[in-house]
């Protein structure tokens, strides 16, 4: 029995639907496929005794090229370019800021913000809306990064990078000051060092941090 135009139709629009629906669950800005038991578990792990002196990196050269990596970002974000900002990101990322001092598992510890790179995504197209009232009018920042320390792991092609901060934030209601550290980890994808996960450690992250809305 011979098919007809309107069987091979059909065929095709299922096919192209069967392929659009595979190509957005694999897509880390529609959905957040990646993040799974197996993410939450290398997360701890990577983020835990990581900050060993014998896994310090001295080498001058290694230490400026990361250093000028999160001097960049600060930069990107005060200039509120958060395009570019993205681009240093990993295609399948995480934007975590613990709301414990000690960051914890972020599965049984409440965070401030976790964000894979769908609801990255999200925050920024908010932001451009104008609707996001507590951006509006936008805050002015400077973020001053310090302290900047390279650390080795197991896998050749990974950093971790530790560096202190103090954001500056005017509001129209005042200025107020955000401090703390940061753990970024590095992985070198596509002939370039991408940010795989940036944990942003407030050091008052536990109290009343009056609704943070810029990019930490």
Same mark, same amino acid.
């Given at each position: 029995?011979?098919?007809?135009?309107?069987?091979?139709?059909?065929? =095709?629009?299922?096919? &192209?639907?069967?392929?659009?629906?595979?190509?957005? /669950?694999?897509?880390? +800005?529609?959905? %957040?496929?990646? #993040?799974?038991?197996?993410?939450?578990?290398?997360?701890?792990?990577?983020?835990?005794?990581?900050?060993?002196?014998?896994?310090?990196?001295?080498?001058?050269?290694?230490?400026?090229?990361?250093?000028?990596?999160?001097?960049?970002?600060?930069?990107?974000?005060?200039?509120?370019?958060?395009?570019?900002?993205?681009?240093?990101?990993?295609?399948?990322?995480?934007?975590?800021?613990?709301?414990?001092?000690?960051?914890?598992?972020?599965?049984?510890?409440?965070?401030?913000?976790?964000?894979?790179?769908? =609801?990255?995504?999200? &925050?920024?197209?908010?932001?451009?809306?104008?609707? /996001?009232?507590?951006? +509006?009018?936008? %805050?002015?920042? #400077?973020?001053?990064?310090?302290?900047?320390?390279?650390?080795?792991?197991?896998?050749?092609?990974?950093?971790?990078?530790?560096?202190?901060?103090?954001?500056?934030?005017?509001?129209?209601?005042?200025?107020?000051?955000?401090?703390?550290?940061?753990?970024?980890?590095?992985?070198?994808?596509?002939?370039?060092?991408?940010?795989?996960?940036?944990?942003?450690?407030?050091?008052?992250?536990?109290?009343?941090?009056?609704?943070?809305?810029?990019?930490?």
């Amino acid at each position: 029995m011979e098919a007809t135009d309107e069987d091979d139709a059909e065929t =095709r629009r299922s096919t &192209r639907a069967v392929t659009v629906q595979m190509q957005t /669950a694999h897509d880390p +800005a529609i959905s %957040s496929y990646y #993040v799974n038991d197996e993410l939450y578990r290398k997360l701890v792990e990577h983020f835990t005794d990581w900050q060993r002196e014998e896994l310090v990196i001295t080498a001058p050269e290694v230490r400026d090229q990361f250093r000028l990596l999160v001097e960049r970002e600060a930069r990107l974000l005060d200039e509120l370019r958060f395009d570019d900002w993205l681009a240093m990101y990993a295609p399948e990322c995480i934007y975590w800021v613990p709301g414990t001092p000690s960051g914890g598992d972020p599965r049984r510890e409440i965070a401030i913000s976790f964000d894979d790179r769908r =609801r990255m995504e999200d &925050r920024i197209f908010r932001l451009r809306t104008g609707y /996001a009232w507590s951006q +509006a009018p936008k %805050s002015r920042t #400077v973020r001053l990064v310090s302290n900047i320390e390279v650390f080795a792991t197991r896998e050749g092609a990974a950093r971790m990078v530790r560096s202190n901060f103090l954001i500056s934030e005017f509001r129209v209601d005042g200025t107020r000051f955000l401090s703390g550290w940061c753990g970024h980890r590095f992985v070198h994808s596509a002939e370039r060092w991408q940010i795989q996960v940036r944990q942003v450690n407030l050091i008052d992250c536990d109290r009343n941090l009056r609704n943070p809305s810029i990019v930490l």
